[in-house]
């Protein structure tokens, strides 16, 4: 075990009696920590994840042309999973990463499409750490819903400041937001801020832990950035960093590598690196940097073969003596996360949290070097195809593809019809996890409406159930020129509502017939006639070019679950697809 020490000694030094005794807030005396300001009962936890950064992505694995400073200096300093796998997109492995569950057991199996929700009921590691007497905080990224009871402050952090869907400039986002000098949601309501969106995200998580630190209050800080996602929005001094190609992502990638370094000067100098279990990692493979250095993987985002999955994990904590260079290269999963967050803080989880990934606290802690047998399974969008199934070093693809990493890393050899047992287990395996999570799949994801914390609610073509129109992008699609999906929604309150069908988001004063200026000019459509189908009611009023929406009014009762779809038509009746936008108020 080294200098590691146990979580029971750890409390025990600082002046504990034991784990579940360490009362919250509460700061320790000891022979190690004389002033007693250096560390609280329980550790604090900062989760930093970057968005489509791969495992080659980092100068400490290697990477021939990019520096990450202080990225190598985290490393230096942490215990490192050297085989660790999320899904190869970023939805799902969010979905993973805050329940302990797999993707498909928690309903994020996807980006867009009603598929990127978190299921009712679910409860999250922001959940379990506030029932444990933590303050919850996040900043970033969130993409796991934008209605309630799927944002954020849904889902059990105290404070928030976020974005819309997948990311900035998304459909779901505030309308001209372009990474600098923005409009976010903090806490449900929208907010204008100064500066680089990552800066942003670092200055208001440093501040709240300032916040939570003078209240001797632990803290679980969630920092997931947007960067490196397209779009390469970045100052012209990064960019000018790595001219070329791949200038915006690996400009993206400097810059948030000096935050880390901001970050790290305000965990020293304000006390709390001591004793706050800092992690870092990212939610998939690379988006762009495979064709420069993929640490000798096949693949990247998206796909199943190694770079898809595997990502960087690095976890630091030097009060329990976790501050030296180690690798651990036992096969572990992003479901694994949760489950070794609450044994390391000494949290219960609750009674309806079921994890799919186990605890890798004493894996970490030192006191064993091997884990329980086990096989994981990385899949996510759909089961029209198997994923992945790990085993040890091999990994199953597709269900007809066989590698054996020990020998072959970068998965050249497919050696199926050499191994036909090992072969023939993993796909038992899979088809009997098929088995069981088919039927969860019927689940549907309803948006409540008539909620006081969110008294209008902005739905989105991001979060419909239907076409792919989750960017402005997607609208000039040439194949699929028409654009339409439905929204499930949940009253909670019996009245009447009022329902605006907008062509473009309410605040840009545009009319349907406009042309969007936004991130990406898109024009605008000849409307005439607006029809809506809520559950087994359908309205039909005429409108124009000129208007900025059609409104509707309907009656609707508490516990009704109606979809809602909408159809726009020109003066010849011709189908110009659904409105991206629908406002839905509750009257009265």
Not at 257 to 272: H, T
Not at 391 to 401: I, Q, Y
Request: charged share 25%; glycine share 10%; aromatic share 12%.
């Amino acid at each position: 075990m080294g200098k590691n020490i146990s979580r029971r000694d750890f409390l025990k030094r600082a002046g504990a009696a034991s784990l579940m005794a360490a009362s919250v807030g509460v700061y320790a005396k000891s022979a190690s920590n004389p002033s007693g300001k250096s560390f609280a009962s329980r550790p604090n936890v900062v989760l930093i994840m970057t968005d489509d950064q791969g495992y080659g992505d980092l100068s400490c694995h290697g990477n021939p042309v990019l520096k990450t400073p202080n990225l190598d200096k985290l490393y230096a300093e942490s215990t490192r999973l050297t085989d660790f796998h999320v899904e190869p997109m970023c939805s799902p492995t969010r979905g993973e990463l805050l329940t302990g569950k797999q993707a498909f057991r928690n309903g994020a199996v996807f980006v867009c499409q009603g598929k990127s929700m978190i299921r009712r009921g679910i409860p999250t590691v922001a959940d379990v750490f506030r029932a444990g007497g933590y303050a919850t905080g996040h900043f970033g990224k969130w993409h796991l819903g934008d209605n309630n009871p799927y944002r954020p402050q849904d889902r059990g952090f105290d404070e928030t400041v976020h974005y819309g869907a997948w990311g900035i400039t998304s459909m779901a986002d505030y309308w001209d937001n372009d990474y600098f000098d923005d409009t976010y949601e903090h806490n449900g309501k929208l907010e204008k801020y100064e500066g680089y969106c990552t800066d942003v995200w670092f200055n208001e998580a440093m501040k709240w832990m300032a916040e939570q630190q003078k209240r001797k209050q632990p803290f679980f800080c969630y920092l997931p950035t947007n960067v490196p996602h397209w779009p390469n929005l970045v100052g012209r001094k990064y960019l000018e960093m790595y001219p070329g190609e791949y200038s915006g992502f690996f400009g993206m990638i400097a810059q948030f590598d000096e935050n880390m370094g901001r970050m790290e000067r305000f965990m020293a100098e304000s006390g709390l690196k001591e004793n706050t279990i800092f992690i870092f990692m990212t939610d998939n493979g690379t988006s762009e940097g495979a064709a420069v250095f993929n640490a000798g993987m096949r693949g990247s985002k998206e796909q199943y073969y190694e770079g898809g999955h595997r990502v960087p994990f690095f976890l630091r904590w030097p009060a329990a003596g976790l501050d030296k260079p180690r690798d651990i290269n036992e096969l572990t999963d992003c479901t694994d996360v949760l489950p070794t967050l609450l044994d390391l803080c000494g949290i219960e989880k609750l009674a309806d949290s079921e994890f799919d990934g186990m605890s890798l606290a004493s894996l970490i802690e030192g006191t064993t070097d091997k884990l329980p047998d086990r096989k994981i399974i990385i899949q996510y969008h759909n089961l029209n195809r198997p994923g992945a199934v790990l085993w040890k070093k091999w990994r199953l693809v597709h269900g007809d593809e066989l590698y054996n990493l020990a020998d072959d890393p970068g998965q050249k050899k497919n050696v199926i019809e050499k191994y036909p047992d090992v072969a023939a287990e993993l796909k038992l395996y899979y088809a009997r996890w098929l088995e069981e999570i088919r039927p969860l799949q019927k689940q549907l994801n309803h948006i409540s409406i008539g909620v006081d914390s969110e008294p209008t609610a902005m739905l989105c073509s991001a979060n419909w159930i239907g076409s792919y129109a989750d960017s402005w992008e997607n609208l000039l699609d040439r194949e699929e020129k028409i654009k339409n999906g439905y929204w499930d929604l949940q009253v909670e309150k019996s009245g009447k509502y009022e329902i605006a069908l907008y062509g473009w988001p309410k605040e840009t004063g545009a009319a349907f017939g406009d042309k969007f200026m936004g991130f990406t000019h898109v024009p605008g459509r000849p409307v005439a006639r607006a029809k809506l189908k809520l559950g087994e009611k359908e309205l039909t009023i005429k409108t124009a070019p000129t208007e900025f929406s059609a409104d509707f009014t309907v009656s609707l009762k508490k516990g009704d679950k109606p979809r809602l779809q909408s159809w726009l038509y020109d003066k010849n009746g011709k189908n110009l697809g659904g409105a991206y936008f629908a406002y839905v108020t509750k009257l009265g």
